[in-house]
Antibody, heavy 118, light 110 residues
Framework: EVQLVESGGGLVQPGGSLRLSCAASGFTFSSYEMNWVRQAPGKGLEWVSYISSSGSTIYYADSVKGRFTISRDNAKNSLYLQMNSLRAEDTAVYYC???????????WGQGTLVTVSS | QSALTQPASVSGSPGQSITISCTGTSSDVGSYNLVSWYQQHPGKAPKLMIYEGSKRPSGVSNRFSGSKSGNTASLTISGLQAEDEADYYCCSYAGSSTFVFGGGTKLTVL
């Protein structure tokens, strides 16, 4: 059974940093591209970042470019999102999601809540 | 990238059919047959309902169908059931391994 479990969310002050993790199991993690998608409270889904199966290709949404860094450790079956210079508008539930070659999100984690507030 | 345009809400009675539209541009919906649809119940993670415009994952009811014409994709739910009440999001591949979501549509089953 495919499982994605996010962790690392919490309350952080504006300008602070946080590192999210996503532990994957039930599939060959190193064969899949992965993404982070977020959802602000009461709002819609927003794509945040993509990383290729090897980690060699990375893309970001304009809203987080230069502040967030996506990475992965295929030996540990884990995906990460390092978030720096956090702003109030980054407050959201962050989901990790698996992407097959046909470019859709077939499995999602349960999400982890990040709250940026003083 | 601008979000895809979806109606904020739609409603229907049990047994009826509804259609949710999703309008993008020639850079996303119009360029790729890679629109997907997600169902989200309150407090839950999104669930894939349609991929590649019209394909259903295993386990998704055949009451859900997808289509596309030009820059607009559509999700149709036939034979509405109470458990279909949820938020629905479209998503399109936008090139260079990036994605754009719609703003979401709240479906109410009357």
């Amino acid at each position: 059974e495919v499982q994605l479990v996010e962790s690392g969310g919490g309350l952080v002050q504006p300008g602070g940093s946080l590192r999210l993790s996503c532990a994957a199991s039930g599939f060959t993690f190193s064969s899949y591209e992965m993404n982070w998608v977020r959802q602000a409270p009461g709002k819609g889904l927003e794509w945040v970042s993509y990383i290729s199966s090897s980690g060699s290709t990375i893309y970001y949404a304009d809203s987080v470019k230069g502040r967030f860094t996506i990475s992965r450790d295929n030996a540990k079956n884990s995906l990460y999102l390092q978030m720096n210079s956090l702003r109030a508008e980054d407050t959201a539930v962050y989901y990790c999601a698996r992407v097959p070659p046909q470019y859709y999100f077939d499995y999602w984690g349960q999400g982890t809540l990040v709250t940026v507030s003083s | 990238q601008s979000a895809l345009t979806q109606p904020a809400s739609v409603s229907g009675s049990p047994g009826q059919s509804i259609t949710i539209s999703c309008t993008g541009t020639s850079s996303d919906v119009g360029s790729y047959n890679l629109v997907s649809w997600y169902q989200q119940h309150p407090g839950k993670a999104p669930k894939l309902m349609i991929y590649e415009g019209s394909k259903r994952p295993s386990g998704v009811s055949n009451r859900f169908s997808g289509s596309k014409s030009g820059n607009t994709a559509s999700l149709t739910i036939s034979g509405l059931q109470a458990e279909d009440e949820a938020d629905y999001y479209c998503c399109s591949y936008a090139g260079s391994s990036t994605f754009v979501f719609g703003g979401g549509t709240k479906l109410t089953v009357l």
